[in-house]
């Protein structure tokens, strides 16, 4: 596994823990660096031109992957599209695990 499939898949990893399997219609992973704010804000801005670009390309369901490095910003980012996720099931989804979560926290607390 080279250097850059190695970052994207930490980045996946971090992202599947912080979400606990949950996810959107569009979802995106992105590592940004950058020498200093301003060049952070317009990499961001360089990253929006890039996304918009590839609009109607994300918008069929396909993934986009990113990956830009020079001598004061670099970024990987990752772009997933899932046609078949609404906002409806996002909020049963969500509902659903939250139930999950306060179950386990109350059954925590019983045997504290």
């Known amino acids: 596994m080279n250097a850059k499939e190695k970052s994207k898949m930490q980045l996946i ?6 979400r606990q399997g949950l996810h959107r219609r569009y979802e995106m992973i992105l590592s940004l660096s950058a020498d200093s704010l301003d060049d952070l804000i317009g990499h ?3 990253l929006e031109y890039i996304i918009r670009s590839e609009k109607e390309e994300l918008g ?4 986009m992957n ?6 004061s910003t670099s970024h ?4 997933d599209h899932d046609p078949k996720m609404t906002h409806d099931q996002w909020s049963k989804e969500l509902d659903e695990y939250l139930i999950v979560l306060r179950n386990e926290d109350a059954t925590k607390k019983v045997v504290e």
């Open 13 to 18: 990893d971090y992202a599947n823990e912080t």
């Open 44 to 46: 961001l801005h360089h």
């Open 60 to 63: 069929e369901g396909r993934i």
């Open 66 to 71: 990113s990956t830009s490095g020079g001598h």
């Open 76 to 79: 990987i980012c990752y772009i």
